[in-house]
């Protein structure tokens, strides 16, 4: 996860231990992409659903989130969490 912040990158995941991680460290700069409900997709569709909503959350996820997509919505929670 250092080397995520410390990269500005995003991790993409489907286990859900991420956001506990975050919740118990206060964390406020690092932004995961929860895909547990989708992780059925093929690959190339799972990127591809990904991907098309990154222009949406893009500043959220700059700042620090977690984003979980559902089968039907995506829902954002900004860090840190409370």
Request: glycine share 4%; proline share 2%; aromatic share 2%.
């Amino acid at each position: 996860m250092a080397l995520t912040v410390s990269q500005s990158r995003i991790i993409i995941s489907a286990d859900t231990d991420f956001g506990a991680l975050l919740a118990s460290s206060r964390a406020t700069a690092l932004s995961v992409i929860l895909v547990r409900a989708i992780i059925t997709q093929r690959p190339a569709q799972l990127a591809s659903t990904v991907a098309g909503h990154l222009d949406l959350r893009e500043e959220q996820l700059r700042s620090g989130a977690i984003a979980a997509f559902g089968k039907d919505a995506l829902r954002v929670r900004l860090l840190p969490l409370r």
